[in-house]
T-cell receptor, first 112, second 114 residues
Framework: KQEVTQIPAALSVPEGENLVLNCSFTDSAIYNLQWFRQDPGKGLTSLLL?????REQTSGRLNASLDKSSGRSTLYIAASQPGDSATYLC???????????FGKGTRLSVIA | DAGITQSPRHKVTETGTPVTLRCHQT?????MYWYRQDPGHGLRLIHYSYGVKDTDKGEVSDGYSVSRSKTEDFLLTLESATSSQTSVYFC?????????????FGPGTRLTVL
């Protein structure tokens, strides 16, 4: 059974810092992995989807990597801004017709 | 933004009453999901659907039922609401021919059971 863990649960950084958010999963036979952002009181917004055949995906200041052999994905945020403050969740899918398994998220605070 | 809406957005009800939440999509996606989100528990899957009239249970399905009679609508029913079902409920849709596409979430419904 796939399990997804995100450590740390909370992170605080000064504005302008580059940072990495971690996501680990137990089943390396992963189909794809998706990163989401959630602002307080809001729904989840999709950030990046990485298929199992890919090593990384980029969108603006965000770069997500996938290492199936080690069971890890990272979300790199360059030049962080206060507007990046939110909870970031990763989710893994073991096959195309199975639901995503979510981590509990990392709550990021970027301090001006 | 993905075309996904939820109604109602907020609801207050009393213990023992039935409640139905609606999720509507305009993307013609095959896969639809209902989650609940609670502090300390994260996001938990209630039920999901992989086609019209095709549904399956998630990890917290007790006390909930679903129906999908059309591709665009996925209904979540609380048969007899309890205070433990006070939560924020999110609907999601997923594209891709075999369900491996990007997943998008609706804005959520905040349900309070008194």
């Amino acid at each position: 059974k796939q399990e997804v863990t995100q450590i740390p649960a909370a992170l605080s950084v000064p504005e302008g810092e580059n940072l990495v958010l971690n996501c680990s999963f137990t089943d390396s036979a992963i189909y794809n992995l998706q990163w989401f952002r959630q602002d307080p009181g809001k729904g989840l917004t999709s950030l990046l989807l990485i298929q199992s055949s890919q090593r990384e995906q980029t969108s603006g200041r965000l770069n997500a990597s996938l290492d199936k052999s080690s069971g890890r994905s990272t979300l790199y945020i360059a030049a962080s801004q206060p507007g990046d403050s939110a909870t970031y969740l990763c989710a893994a899918q073991s096959s195309g017709n199975t639901p995503l398994v979510f981590g509990k998220g990392t709550r990021l605070s970027v301090i001006a | 933004d993905a075309g996904i809406t939820q109604s109602p957005r907020h609801k207050v009800t009393e213990t023992g009453t039935p409640v139905t939440l609606r999720c509507h999509q305009t993307e013609n996606h095959r896969y639809m999901y209902w989650y609940r989100q609670d502090p300390g528990h994260g996001l938990r899957l209630i039920h999901y659907s992989y086609g019209v009239k095709d549904t399956d249970k998630g990890e917290v399905s007790d006390g909930y039922s679903v129906s999908r009679s059309k591709t665009e609508d996925f209904l979540l029913t609380l048969e007899s609401a309890t205070s433990s079902q006070t939560s924020v409920y999110f609907c999601a849709i997923r594209g891709g021919a075999s369900g491996g596409g990007e997943q998008f979430f609706g804005p959520g419904t905040r349900l309070t059971v008194l």
